[in-house]
């Protein structure tokens, strides 16, 4: 267990048990936030802070700054038990098919506007802004996801959103061919410089990058990377994460609108790169979620428009 690892409990009893209330919620979250020691916002110091109203003020003995474990975070103002929010995370990180916001409602017992702001928030958690970017061998490819307008078919069919994809291959083990770290984007065409750009931002320059004989991916040579064309058959591994995403949002969310397919996107990424660990991923979902801020209800619902909330890339 690394150093900024605190023990999580391993059973849904020890589960109940630890995070019985919002006290030990809270500690919880101290300790993702500061696994080390209190480190002030404003001036950065690690000297002791005052306790405030049980967590919701922390003072700064140096310079007398005052801040909170919840602030800047998803969960900044928010008028929801601690509690519920564990539990939302809980079934998010926990079930193998992912939980919809209809679901979470139900679990819950809040309003469905509730469970679904509860679910954008945690989702935006979700990104970690320092990931590293995936190496080695990696099959790229796009797909289209939606529907479709009549009449229309085939590549760049029109009513669809387009989608982006790499995944890295591990080394066979036992003969099989095994899928490593997934990335994966909403993206407004296949061009060439939009494939260059998710590239950079996802791919180790110098991995070799297979795809398929569409023209857009010829310009990954020029920007540092090894590209090799191969068949469909060749890209099995990119197609199956696709197909596991689609019928994943079919499957559970019963679709979603193009302006939130990005938050969906993020959700299953961040499931696929945590799939061998469940309990790993809830802390990870709280442990981000101690550092970085999600959406307003309003920004949420204005998603698209000016000044609206924009998800960020997984």
């Not at 480190?39 to 140096?62: A, H, N």
């Not at 409602?105 to 945690?122: I, P, V």
């Not at 009449?151 to 095994?178: D, F, N, Q, S, W």
């Amino acid at each position: 267990m690394g150093k900024n690892r605190i023990p999580f409990p391993k059973t849904v009893f020890e589960f109940a048990h630890w995070f019985s209330d919002d006290k030990a919620c809270m500690d919880y979250l101290y300790q993702s936030r500061w696994p080390e020691s209190f480190v002030c916002p404003k001036c950065g110091s690690t000297e002791g802070p005052y306790m405030l109203d049980k967590y919701k003020r922390i003072e700064c003995s140096s310079c007398g700054h005052q801040t909170s474990v919840t602030a800047g975070t998803v969960l900044h103002r928010t008028r929801m038990p601690l509690t519920m929010w564990f539990e939302a995370a809980y079934h998010v990180a926990t079930y193998t098919p992912g939980i919809s916001a209809l679901q979470l409602q139900k679990h819950l017992g809040t309003s469905y506007e509730t469970a679904f702001n509860m679910l954008h928030k945690l989702r935006a958690a979700m990104v970690r802004p320092e990931r590293d970017r995936i190496h080695g061998k990696v099959k790229m490819d796009e797909t289209f996801v939606g529907s479709t307008k009549p009449g229309k078919r085939g590549r760049g069919a029109e009513g669809k959103t387009i989608v982006l994809g790499a995944i890295e291959v591990l080394p066979a083990r036992e003969k099989r061919i095994r899928s490593g770290r997934l990335r994966m984007r909403v993206v407004p065409d296949a061009k060439g410089k939009t494939i260059v750009a998710f590239a950079k931002e996802s791919v180790e320059p110098g991995s070799l990058i297979f795809s398929d004989d569409l023209s857009s991916y010829d310009i990954l040579a020029k920007h540092g990377y090894r590209h090799r064309v191969v068949s469909p058959d060749g890209l099995d591994r990119i197609h199956m994460s696709f197909g596991n995403f689609k019928t994943w949002i079919l499957g559970t969310h019963h679709g979603v609108s193009s302006k939130h397919m990005q938050a969906y996107v993020n959700e299953f990424v961040f499931r696929h790169n945590r799939r061998s660990n469940p309990m790993a991923a809830f802390q990870t979902i709280l442990g981000l979620a101690a550092q970085a801020e999600g959406p307003t209800y309003e920004g949420l619902y204005a998603v698209g428009d000016e000044g609206g909330w924009v998800h960020p890339n997984a």
